[in-house]
């Protein structure tokens, strides 16, 4: 089992930069796959990006691919989603989720964190 917390989240206005982070506690993290999702108000949660378990692969949802970069850092126990051009349409909360296989649906991944809010003002 895994326990995740996301930080990083906050306020910033269209065109500018956040970096998301999610630690994750435990000895096996290097063993999951990390998934990046967001739920906006109204709307199901969908997904963001994902990372295999050593970083050598990633992919994204069309939204957000050429603007957001998914990384891990094994070491530190530490995934991020480094998020740039900033839209207002990102406004979300962000969850990270750890699973077993390198997938973009929700159900693969039984982990999550509680999320961090993003606000992205025009």
């Known amino acids: 089992q895994v326990q995740l917390v996301e930080s990083g989240g906050g306020l910033v206005q269209a065109g500018g930069s956040l970096r998301l982070s999610c630690a994750a506690s435990g000895r096996t993290f290097s063993s999951y796959v990390m998934g990046w999702f967001r739920q906006a108000p109204g709307k199901e949660r969908e997904f963001v990006a994902a990372i295999t378990w050593s970083g050598g692969s990633t992919i994204y949802a069309d939204s957000v691919k050429g603007r957001f970069t998914c990384s891990r850092d094994n070491a530190k126990n530490t995934v991020y989603l480094q998020m740039n051009s900033l839209k207002p349409e990102d406004t979300a909360v962000y969850y990270c989720?750890?699973?077993?296989?390198?997938?973009?649906?929700?159900?693969?991944?039984?982990?999550w964190g509680q999320g961090t809010q993003v606000t992205v003002s025009s």
């Open positions: 989720a750890a699973g077993l296989r390198f997938r973009v649906t929700l159900g693969e991944y039984p982990y």
